[in-house]
C-alpha cells in the first residue's frame, strides 16, 4: 500500500488553491517544487497548510552544506515538513540538509536515481546505488526512486532496508502505473495526471485507490 503525493507544479496561487481544494481528503501529502514557489513565493506553504497535510519542498538542493543549512533554515521556517535534496554534491553537503531538516523537526529524501531518460547518463545505477548508500548513512527519511524503473526501484529497496521511505515519481505523465511500484515504496508522486486533468479530485481518488 502506497500513500499519495501530488505534484502541486502549476503556477500562480489561484491555480495551486483550485487543484489542492479539489484533491482535498486523497492526498497523504503535497509536494511543491520551482514552479509553483517562484510563481507565487514561498507563502505559498502556509495557504497550502490549511490542507492539514505535509508540504514537502522539492528543491533538489545542491549546494556546499552553509548554504544547504541556510536552504533548510527558509524551507522549514515557511511551513515546510520535509525537503528533497540531491547527493551527489558529496556526504557533508548532505548531512546538512539531513541534519538541518531533524534540527526543525523535519524530514529529509534524498534523490537517487531520477524517473526520466536522461536519468541513465548519471543518475541511475551503480551511482544511484552508492548514493543510497550515502543517504542510509546520513540518516535521511527516505530516498526518491523511479517509478519508471521499478526493477531499480526495487535494488535501491534493497540497499536502504526497509526503515527508510521511498517516494516514486513518474506515475502518470512519464507513463508509470502505480501497479508498476507500490509494493516497493511507501508513495507515489503524481503531478501533470492529477493537476492536467479535467477533474483532478476524481483523478486523484482514482490514483489513492490504485496505490492501495
Ligand atoms: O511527471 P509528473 O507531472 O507526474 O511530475 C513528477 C514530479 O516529480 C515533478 O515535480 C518532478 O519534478 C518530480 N520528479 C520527477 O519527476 C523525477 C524525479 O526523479 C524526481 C522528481
Redesign the pocket.
Known sequence: MAELLL?L?VKGREEAARVALACEGELDAI?I?YPLVLSTGLGIVKELAKANIPIIA?F?VADIPNTNALICEEVFAAGCSGI?THAFCGSDSLLAIVDGAHDHGGSAFV?C????PG?LDF?SGANAERMAKMAKESGADGI?A?ATRPDRTAVLRSVIGGSMKIYS??????GAQPEDVKKYVDGI?????IYESADPGKAAHEFRVRAL
Request: glycine content about 14%; aromatic content about 0%; cysteine-free.
Open positions: 505534484a507544479d509536494k517544487g522539492d533538489k528533497i534523490v536515481e531520477m524517473s526520466h536519468a543518475l526518491i523511479p515519481p513518474g506515475v502518470g505523465a512519464q508522486i503524481v503531478g501533470r495526471a
